[in-house]
């Protein structure tokens, strides 16, 4: 039994304490709830605390100085946000919470977090010791307002910035051209053009720029920087408005700009320029602003072509280093030295006077010598220039031209290639020349033989001898026969001239035979018939 009382009052006291701890969460209950709608019922909005006047603008500078409610800005553009908060009421509030960007950033204001603002009182970026300019960017188009949390009274309040700070993103774009024409005041089409020496190539022509901008962007363009360093024109800033492509009045989207035009711009005379290059490459770079300073930029390039240039080499023989003659060929012995020179004729003009294309820089290579040399020399449309070696040697250059010496006999060419340019104005012409030389061997140097076969043998005629003259026949005189003598005696007589005797004489019947007389042996020989000692005998032998 008393056990049964026994858990009948543990029950009870177990009930007991469930119901005050139910009691006191009960109580509890409305305090929570209490606190979960202070947010919910803080006044919030623009008027939320009469009196209260909150601003925000967007500026495109740090300094905020032209703060503006909407700003049309492109894509990644840096702004600057700017807040200011006027009291007109007739208490003093606490500022505390700075919130922006649709309550997702805090923004640190200043060191404390709080400040009371009096009556009259005005905050803004222009306080010393706040910091009341946020930069931001932003890629999309955004309306964006800020809230800032007040005290009066016990009470708080939040006051919202109006109008909103609005960021249009838009697209500035810009369009340029750049034209040009030879010797018109025209603007042409095109973005090249020939600007050759005029009047018979006795002066230099011109060349006339036009340059068109044109906004192919959703905004207007308000100012205008050019730059064409290749006419002097560096830094020109002028405004003109250049209305965005989706305007009513399409012609105010382009601008003409030419050397005549009516702008009252000085620059613009350098759009007309004498061509004194051989190639002109201008490029105009054009930078166009907003009226909240975006910018967009374009480029445009126009070439000119300006004057050709040429010029001939000739190449001569030269007895000395200083001589230049008029010769392109030459004769001489084996061992014969000669000079040469070189004569470089700039004819890309007329006349020397004008002063016009002129060749500065000659490099000259010879064959002869092998040798190359630059020549620094000035020489304009009409000139010529004579190197010789002493003019190298003067120079200091390598003199290339000679001596050169010949030492075998032949034909011998050799030839002057001359290329002449000017760098500053990017002028380049070539030409070459070719001279011979005859050598011959001198008559005292002893020519190599030559081998020729000995002439075929010719026997020499027989000799057909001449027939002995016929042998006179003399009639024989009739002679009495002498009277019988007896036979003297024989004395032998010497002839005249130291001959030997001549032997006795033959008696026929009739008489003393006639000599034979042989006509092919001199009467002189011995042993040859001499009529004289004939007769010298027989006057001895016949008394």
């Not at 009960?26 to 709608?37: H, T, V």
């Not at 603008?57 to 200011?84: H, M």
């Not at 005629?461 to 002679?479: A, K, L």
């Not at 092919?520 to 006057?539: E, I, M, N, R, Y």
Request: glycine share 6%; hydrophobic share 40%; charged share 10%.
């Amino acid at each position: 039994m008393r056990i049964l009382h026994a858990r009948a009052w543990l029950s009870a006291g177990i009930l007991a304490l469930a119901l005050v701890w139910l009691g006191m969460l009960l109580l509890a209950l409305p305090a929570q709830a209490e606190q979960r709608i202070v947010p919910e019922q803080t006044p919030r909005g623009p008027n939320a605390l009469p009196g209260i006047v909150f601003n925000k603008w967007v500026a495109n500078n740090p300094a905020c100085s032209t703060p503006q409610s909407v700003l049309e800005v492109a894509a990644d553009t840096t702004v600057y946000f700017c807040y200011r908060i006027t009291n007109t009421s007739a208490e003093t509030v606490t500022l505390t919470t700075l919130m922006d960007d649709n309550d997702s950033t805090v923004v640190i204001w200043s060191t404390e977090g709080r400040r009371p603002l009096p009556p009259s009182g005005m905050l803004d970026w222009s306080v010393p010791g706040v910091n009341l300019i946020r930069p931001v960017s932003f890629r999309n188009s955004t309306n964006s307002v800020a809230a800032w949390t007040l005290e009066s009274g016990g009470n708080a309040y939040i006051v919202e910035s109006a109008p909103p700070a609005t960021i249009n993103i838009v697209q500035p774009k810009l369009a340029s051209q750049l034209t040009v024409a030879a010797n018109t005041p025209l603007c042409s089409t095109t973005t090249t053009a020939d600007v050759r020496l005029v009047n018979n190539n006795a002066a230099y022509g011109h060349a006339n720029f036009c340059l068109t901008i044109t906004n192919n962007g959703d905004i207007t363009l308000t100012e205008h920087i050019v730059n064409i360093p290749v006419l002097g024109i560096n830094n020109q800033v002028f405004t003109a408005t250049l209305t965005p492509i989706n305007s009513a009045v399409a012609v105010s989207r382009s601008l003409v700009i030419t050397y005549g035009s009516p702008l009252g711009l000085a620059w613009t005379a350098a759009l007309s320029r004498t061509i004194i290059e051989a190639t002109l490459t201008a490029q105009a770079v054009v930078t166009s602003t907003t009226e909240n300073k975006n910018s967009t930029s374009a480029s445009a390039i126009a070439t000119v072509n300006g004057p050709t240039t040429s010029s001939t080499v000739q190449r001569f023989f030269a007895d000395k280093p200083d001589q230049c003659s008029d010769d392109t060929s030459a004769t001489g012995r084996t061992g014969v030295t000669v000079y040469y020179c070189v004569v470089i004729r700039n004819t890309s003009a007329v006349s020397p006077e004008l002063n016009l294309v002129q060749l500065v820089t000659h490099e000259i290579f010879d064959s002869a010598s092998g040798g190359r040399a630059i020549v620094q020399a000035p020489i304009a449309g009409g000139e010529s220039l004579t190197v010789t070696n002493s003019f190298l040697a003067a120079n200091g250059l390598p003199q290339i031209l000679g001596p050169i010496s010949y030492k075998q006999a032949g034909t011998f060419s050799s030839q002057s290639v001359v290329t002449s340019t000017n760098a500053t104005f990017g002028f380049k012409t070539s030409g070459s020349a070719t001279t011979s030389i005859v050598v011959s061997v001198p008559p005292e140097d002893t020519a190599t033989p030559t081998n020729t076969p000995l002439p075929t043998f010719t026997p020499f005629p027989t000799v057909t001898p001449f027939p002995p003259p016929p042998i006179p026949t003399i009639p024989p005189t009739f002679t009495p026969a002498p009277t019988w003598t007896p036979s003297p005696t024989v004395v032998i007589i010497t002839t005249p001239g130291g001959q030997p005797p001549t032997p006795y004489p033959q008696i026929g019947s009739g008489g003393l035979v006639q000599p034979t007389t042989n006509p092919f042996v001199s009467p002189l020989q011995p042993g040859v018939f001499d009529p004289a000692a004939a007769t010298a005998t027989a006057a001895v032998l016949f008394g």
